[in-house]
């Protein structure tokens, strides 16, 4: 049984001198029924690129086989259907273009017959035909070649007529992300799709090639992101860079200079993430007395609670710097007795300077803490924590984000 394989492309057509057909597309069906299989992919081939060197050494040719694809899918055509004139004519009527060419290879015998005709659709007419005979497949070469040469030749010469090239669109991009649900928009708001099964493909649109297109990336529990992506091809694959999931939780470690014997630990929630936190840490250090025998005259237990708010710069900086204020308590236990005193605090204002990356961050923070004197105070009967030089505590940190 022969074997029948449909090629499908599309031209842009305008008038030239002799006023024939608007400027539209031209549709082109390649039949070709050999049983050699290898040969047939070859002639295919063949046929292919020696239309596109024709017609495009005169920069005449615009290939499209999907908007092609798309019209012989409307009209419900079957390849049967292709031997018959009217048909062909109906299916250029469909597709809405003046031309329809016709490339025809078919075994008889020992011989390869190649007929290559051009039908005027609104005429319902052939305007052209070239009809060869090879008898091998070296003369088939020679055939093919000549006799799309001599067609073309007829339709820009003989026939008035111009075959325009169009510039190649992008009609299909296909953003690919692991990122389940992510939403692409572009910048005016418009949403574009849904990633689904780690693909979303966008065939309602055009754009040249080298458009170079911006935009947004949307992910619940994840910062929203922009990327400009480029588009190459009329088909073009975008890979999609991971949205950086939103700061809901820190661990904290941080030591301040004024109590050098000790570190302190702490966590923190966001409840607007990226953007607003409330802390909970503890400080335990030991205070030193040079003066007794053990070296070691008190400890102290600093616990306080904080909520803060990040300003001006966003969470793709690399340098944030936040305010908070909270309130705190610090517990103190002489080794020597079974006394204990503690000594409350309001932390009026403290400034944090943060050197800001996508896992951890590191921060440096004075602060201001007044005293209220209140209850059995072993270190600040009221008033403000000074150091000993007279300047306000400061505290270096590091966080490990979630």
């Known amino acids: 049984m022969k074997r029948t394989a449909i090629f499908l492309i599309m031209t842009m057509l305008a008038v030239f001198s002799m006023p024939l057909f608007a400027e539209q597309a031209a549709l082109v069906l390649e039949n070709i029924n ?4 290898a040969l047939l992919e070859k002639t295919r081939a ?14 005449l040719l615009y290939w499209d086989e999907s908007y092609v694809a798309s019209a012989i899918s409307a009209g419900n055509i ?3 259907q292709y031997s018959s004139g009217e048909t062909v004519l109906q299916l250029g009527q469909r597709a809405d273009v003046p031309v329809v060419l016709i490339v025809s290879i078919n075994e008889k015998e020992s011989l390869l017959e190649i007929v290559i005709t051009a039908w005027d659709v609104a005429g319902k007419k052939t305007i052209a035909t070239e009809r060869s005979v090879s008898k091998s497949e070296v003369t088939q070469y020679i055939m093919i070649n000549s006799s799309i040469t001599r067609i073309v030749s007829k339709l820009t010469g003989e026939y008035g007529v111009e075959i325009v090239r169009e510039e190649p669109k992008v009609r299909k991009i296909t953003f690919l992300s692991n990122q389940e649900g992510m939403e692409i928009y572009l910048p005016d708001g418009e949403l ?7 693909v979303l493909n966008i065939t309602d649109r055009e754009y040249e090639i080298g458009t170079r297109l911006l935009v947004v990336k949307k992910l619940d529990g994840y910062r929203t992101g922009e990327q400009y ?3 190459d091809k009329e088909k073009s694959a975008v890979p999609l860079a991971d949205l950086i999931k939103a700061q809901n939780l820190a661990l904290e470690f941080n030591w301040t200079y004024t109590q050098l014997m000790g570190a302190g630990t702490g966590i923190r929630f966001y409840p607007i993430p990226d953007w607003m936190y409330v802390s909970f840490d503890s400080y335990f250090y030991l205070q030193k007395d040079f003066s007794s025998d053990s070296g070691l ?8 609670l904080l909520a803060g708010v990040y300003l001006g710069f966003g969470p793709d900086s690399i340098f944030r710097v936040s305010a908070s204020l909270g309130f705190g308590v610090i517990m103190s236990y002489p080794l020597n007795s079974n006394d204990f005193y503690f ?13 800001n990356f996508d896992e951890w961050s590191f921060y440096l923070r004075p602060e201001l803490r007044f005293f209220l004197g209140i209850g059995e105070s072993s270190l600040n009967d009221g008033g403000i924590a000074l150091s000993e030089w007279n300047v306000p505590l400061i505290t270096v940190g590091v966080l490990r984000k979630w």
């Open 34 to 37: 050999i049983s050699d299989e």
């Open 46 to 59: 063949q046929v292919k690129d020696k239309l596109t060197e024709e017609l495009e050494r005169q920069n």
């Open 78 to 80: 079957t390849p049967d």
């Open 192 to 198: 574009l799709g849904e990633i689904v099964h780690s």
């Open 229 to 231: 992506i480029y588009l």
């Open 297 to 304: 005259e008190m400890t102290h237990n600093d616990m306080r």
């Open 343 to 355: 000594d409350t605090y309001i932390n009026a204002a403290n400034i944090a300077l943060e050197l």
